[in-house]
């Protein structure tokens, strides 16, 4: 009896050009949620206290977050084996805490709330990226290899 075509094929991933613009993708990501880390950590130590630290990375915070968006069109676009809708979700819900309620907001930007979010999401975004980047180049290292 013959196989079926469909199982025949391995799972395909981007061609080599999507695949080289997602690494660059991830790599820049990575850099800037790593810039928001550094930017946090040098605004503590300067000023002794976590109140305000918003304000020292605001700018690359509302970059970042906002270049996001573009996972929704690599969903979109199918270079990337996702949901659009819930990719859309998770990074609108974001784009809108960053945008219509943090930036908008001014009373909300000295918040303690502010400072757990950012930390949270500069954590979270940093593994994450990094961990696409290195599954991208088919080398992610031993610790967080997960066995299919």
């Not at 025949?8 to 800037?32: F, H, S």
């Not at 303690?112 to 593994?127: G, K, R």
Request: glycine share 6%; charged share 15%; aromatic share 12%.
């Amino acid at each position: 009896r013959p196989t079926p075509p469909s199982s025949n094929k391995k799972k395909k991933g981007p061609g080599t050009l999507a695949t080289a613009y997602l690494v660059i993708y991830n790599v820049v990501m990575t850099a800037g949620w790593l810039v928001i880390a550094v930017g946090l950590v040098r605004a503590y130590l300067a000023r002794g206290s976590y109140h305000g630290l918003y304000y020292s990375i605001e700018k690359p915070l509302k970059f970042f977050q906002t270049g996001a968006l573009l996972e929704i069109l690599h969903c979109a676009v199918g270079i990337v084996p996702s949901s659009v809708v819930l990719t859309g979700f998770q990074v609108m819900s974001r784009v809108f805490l960053t945008w219509a309620v943090t930036h908008s907001v001014r009373e909300v930007q000295s918040e303690d709330s502010v400072l757990l979010f950012v930390v949270a999401w500069t954590v979270t975004e940093i593994i994450r990226y990094s961990f696409y980047t290195f599954s991208l180049l088919n080398h992610l290292p031993y610790l967080i290899k997960v066995e299919a």
